[in-house]
């Protein structure tokens, strides 16, 4: 019985989701879209323009990979608790 519980417990936490959140000031007066790719699963959102937001990612994994958009990026993955400022279309680390 201890096994079987044991077993499940470990099962249970092996299956948890992880979520990680960016930072993101938008200093264009334009809207942008930016594309995920989160463990296979895809998503996006959009930066409205000249706002600051905190966006949210649901993944197996603290990170995910750029999958597309309308901003150019300075590496290819967005880690949990970074923070960007857009500006002219480019995103550079705060």
Known sequence: MKALLLLMA????????LAGSIRIENGDS???TIK????????SFEV??????TYTFHSTHT????????????NAEL?????Y????ATAKAN
């Open 10 to 17: 470990t099962l249970v936490t092996a299956t948890n989701a």
């Open 30 to 32: 334009k809207a942008y």
């Open 36 to 43: 995920l790719n989160c463990s296979g699963s895809k998503s």
């Open 48 to 53: 409205r323009a000249s706002t600051t937001a």
């Open 63 to 74: 990170s995910c990979k750029l999958d597309g958009g309308d901003v150019a990026f300075p």
């Open 79 to 83: 880690k949990d608790g970074e923070k």
């Open 85 to 88: 400022k857009i500006k002219d």
